[in-house]
Nanobody
């Protein structure tokens, strides 16, 4: 499975960005796709995920502001609204297929005035 992410960039506080991640290769039976982020610290945290059945999970810090969705072609989207400076991070796309996790290259999101 290869993951290609796009859509990062710079935005002012209160602005919006939309991230996309397309899965290619052996995409059959991808159970869950999602986004993680890594800020200045060493830990990568879950932002949002969505299963093949449509169940979603969000970090408390983004609930009500971010929306994750997935189309039938194994592309996942993260709509980010009301962005805050603390959302600044490198965002990584993630996919779970059987018991193996796959990661895309990160895309930078910078929220600054």
């Amino acid at each position: 499975v290869q993951l290609q992410a796009s859509g990062g960039g710079s935005v002012q506080p209160g602005g919006s960005l939309r991230l996309s991640c397309a899965a290619t290769g052996s995409t059959f039976n991808i159970y869950r796709m999602g986004w993680y982020r890594q800020g200045p610290g060493p830990q990568r945290e879950l932002v949002a995920s969505i299963t093949s059945g449509g169940s979603t999970n969000y970090a408390d810090s983004v609930k009500g502001r971010f929306t994750i969705s997935r189309d039938t072609k194994n592309t996942v989207y993260l709509q980010m609204n009301s962005l805050k400076s603390e959302d600044t991070a490198v965002y990584y796309c993630n996919a779970l297929r059987w018991d193996t996790e796959y990661w895309g290259k990160g895309t930078q999101v910078t929220v600054s005035s």
